[in-house]
């Protein structure tokens, strides 16, 4: 079958309209409201570094991994004195991500005897840690519940950290959300139990489907409730007003301690951060019948006997106990054994030598820990919301 021939005519037309067609498309779309072309914004510098979202494909019946969905909750602006928050690109912050962590965050379910929640060994009313020198789990076939033998770390500002717990045994935020789950000292369940008993529950079926395109699964409840930590940031503090140019937002004994620190502790509690995630020895426990082994649990490696990671000190005057033992119970029993160069052991680090060099007095330890006052700025306290039945 030969094909229609086109008259020129026809031709031209076709070109025309391909043209018109073209110098359409490369307008701005107009706004919805007042017809007036769309404005583009360069994020602000305080805004989160949030991963764009992908462009959404339609397809009939299908929804797609981290669908669109509405907003339920805006999500917060950095504060004064932090850097953009990283943001995995797999795990793209959006709002209802966000909302579905807090809920998960909370929810008691997650445990085996229904009794504890990600909320209980890190309190919002407590600076997201709490006040125990160590976390107490589910109760044991006595009814006694179980204690741990470390410390919870506060969750504000743990989205900067390059690994997770006091031993750096996990990589990211999304390692860290299961592992409680399943250790038997801590929730005592497992994530294929938890999966099971979540996706009996409409609310968060529907939860899932809208954020992931899923049911609920393993890797979405990770990714949600990091998402959610991700949001928990300190900063507009003291300090950081001072560093910004308000030479009033600092006490007299704080700008003392502040040069002290500077001059002796800012190598491991590096700003902005005040923590460069490292893992030194510090002495701390060293002196018991069968001292925790620390990193060397992770690697292997004697000589990281004792090691733990260097905390981040914004917040610390509100999270006591202090060190991964809560041995110190006031932050100035904390500053009086670092100043002094910790605890001997044949394995403490030569940071902790170098330090005892300095030889800081009464003095200069009580303006150190008015500085580190100065370090508590503003984070979100939230209450724990109604949660899907």
Not at 93 to 104: C, P
Not at 287 to 315: C, I, S, W, Y
Not at 319 to 340: K, N, R
Request: contains cysteine; negative net charge.
């Amino acid at each position: 079958m030969q094909r229609a021939q086109l008259s020129p005519w026809t031709k031209t037309g076709f070109v025309m309209l391909a043209l018109i067609v073209m110098l359409l498309g490369c307008k701005p779309a107009a706004d919805q409201q007042t017809g007036k072309p769309a404005q583009t914004r360069e994020p602000a510098a305080t805004e989160p570094a949030v991963e764009p979202e992908p462009a959404a494909v339609e397809e009939p019946e299908a929804a797609t991994e981290e669908a669109a969905a509405e907003p339920t909750a805006a999500l917060p602006a950095v504060p004064l004195g932090l850097p953009p928050v990283p943001v995995p690109a797999d795990n793209p912050m959006t709002a209802a991500k966000v909302e579905l962590g807090k809920m998960l965050y909370f929810d008691r379910r997650v445990s085996k005897d229904g009794t504890l929640s990600c909320a209980t060994c890190h309190d919002p009313q407590m600076a997201w840690a709490e006040n125990r020198p160590t976390s107490a789990g589910i109760k044991d076939v006595h009814g006694e519940p179980r204690i741990g033998d470390r410390n919870s770390p506060t969750v504000i500002n743990a989205a900067y950290a390059t690994s997770q717990f006091w031993d750096g045994r996990e990589p990211s935020l999304e390692a860290q959300a299961v592992g409680p789950v399943g250790n038997p000292i801590e929730m005592g369940n497992s994530m294929e139990q938890v999966v099971a008993d979540l996706s009996k529950i409409p609310e968060y079926e529907r939860r899932f489907q809208e954020v992931f395109g899923t049911g609920v699964t393993e890797e979405g409840f990770a990714k949600a409730i990091a998402a959610f930590e991700r949001t928990i940031l300190s900063g507009n503090s003291p300090y950081d007003k001072y560093q910004a140019g308000d030479k009033d937002a600092l006490t007299e004994a704080q700008q003392r301690g502040l040069a002290l620190f500077e001059d002796n502790c800012s190598i491991c509690h590096a700003p902005p951060l005040m923590s460069n995630y490292r893992f030194f020895n510090t002495g701390v426990g060293m002196d018991k019948p069968e001292p925790d082994q620390g990193r060397m649990k992770v690697t292997g490696n004697q000589r990281d006997l004792g090691k733990f990671r260097v905390p981040a000190l914004r917040e610390v005057a509100n999270t006591a106990p202090y060190f991964h033992d809560g041995s110190a119970e006031t932050l100035q029993e904390a500053v009086a054994l670092m100043a002094g160069g910790g605890q001997d052991n044949p394995n403490l680090s030569t940071m902790m030598k170098m330090l005892r060099g300095a030889e800081l007095g009464d003095a200069e330890q009580a303006d150190l820990v008015a500085l580190l006052h100065a370090l508590s700025g503003e984070y979100p306290v939230i209450e724990a919301p109604e949660l899907p039945k």
